[in-house]
């Protein structure tokens, strides 16, 4: 079994982010062969600081083998580091249609609230594609939001299998059963996020526990008394659930019955302290592995030579069965 996926190194990682991201990847990796990629070229795709890009890139390397990614097991490399990525874009970009890639809504969403918008931002979802095509990926674990750019990527492999004979494996999306889309904190109606949410409304894997438990204790709820799980009529106050769940590994069931006779006070302060607990293992990992970007870069540097190695024959096959001349071995 191959399993692929991608997190961009830009913005502070949060609890969303740990929730689809982090927590299955270290979970996924035990099934197979694990690749989990720095997505960087990703990264650039809205304007940068060329300087943070550097930085962040070592902080989310530190931050996946904080969050249990085993070096020795998964292969955890950075997208520029492997050109197969930007290739794949290219020759896949010929087989995406104008039409589909308007059609996605992150798109719609990030380039709305902008003057100015990259090219990249438009075919953004066709590098994604790519990097998961490229190592014949079985499973993809993402969270909800990826959904869509998931069911892109499987739309072209189909076409480009169809078109030019079979060279991609179709891959398939897996997502969390419980915080599959963790919601902002203080804006229950949209998903936790670095670029569009309210800061006092995200979680950040590195806040302090005072500033953690502040957040969740001025979570916005409903003004009800139970601890029930109804996204529609008590989005708040579900989403604390979701997060007990993340945080603890218990059920939502398990979650409600547990608080079936206390107030939202009680079960707010103790989704707080749960949260603390699981951050404070990762977040003294994450400073111990940071101290030695050498290391961290050391690390970087042989998952790249392994995802050198495990694209090269799908980008070839690519390459050959649209037709390219390749240049001989000297
Ligand atoms: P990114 O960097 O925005 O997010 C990384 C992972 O975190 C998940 N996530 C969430 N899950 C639950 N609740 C939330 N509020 C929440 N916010 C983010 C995302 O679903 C993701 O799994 N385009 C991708 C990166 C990418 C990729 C790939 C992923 C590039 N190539 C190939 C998989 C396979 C992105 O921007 O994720």
């Not at 670095?194 to 916005?220: C, F, H, M, S, W």
Request: charged residues 25%.
């Amino acid at each position: 079994m191959k399993i692929f996926s991608g997190i961009q190194p830009t913005g502070a990682k949060h609890l969303g982010n740990y929730s689809g991201g982090f927590r299955q990847y270290a979970a996924t990796q035990e099934q197979g062969d694990a690749f989990f990629c720095i997505v960087d070229l990703h990264s650039v795709t809205v304007p940068h600081d060329p300087e943070d890009l550097r930085t962040r890139t070592l902080d989310l390397a530190a931050l996946m083998f904080a969050t249990g990614l085993d070096p020795e097991r998964s292969t955890v490399f950075v997208q520029s580091h492997v050109t197969a990525h930007a290739e794949a874009a290219w020759l896949l970009g010929c087989v995406a249609t104008i039409g589909e890639l308007r059609r996605m809504t992150q798109f719609k969403d990030k380039a709305g609230t902008r003057e100015s918008v990259s090219v990249g931002l438009f075919t953004y979802p066709v590098l994604m594609a790519g990097d998961i095509l490229l190592y014949q990926t079985d499973i993809v674990p993402i969270g909800d939001d990826q959904r869509q750019h998931l069911e892109l990527s499987r739309d072209i492999a189909e076409r480009f299998n169809s078109r030019f004979g079979k060279t991609f494996t179709v891959p398939r999306g897996v997502y969390p059963e419980a915080g599959a889309r963790i919601m902002d904190l203080q804006e229950p109606g949209n998903k936790m996020s670095t670029t569009g949410g309210n800061p006092q409304g995200t979680i950040y894997l590195l806040d302090p526990p005072e500033a953690v438990r502040k957040k969740v204790k001025t979570a916005v709820t409903d003004s009800g008394r139970e601890v029930v799980h109804d996204t529609n009529e008590k989005a708040g106050i579900s989403n604390l659930i979701e997060i007990m769940t993340v945080a603890t590994g218990e059920s939502i069931t398990e979650v409600e019955s547990r608080y079936e006779s206390a107030g939202y006070g009680q079960f707010k302060s103790d989704v707080g302290d749960a949260v603390v607990e699981l951050l404070a293992p990762i977040q003294a990992r994450y400073h111990e592995l940071r101290d030695d970007s050498a290391e961290l870069e050391r690390m970087l540097t042989h998952g790249a030579t392994k995802a050198r190695e495990a694209s090269a024959p799908t980008l070839e096959k690519m390459y050959e069965r649209m037709g390219f001349t390749r240049p001989k071995g000297e």
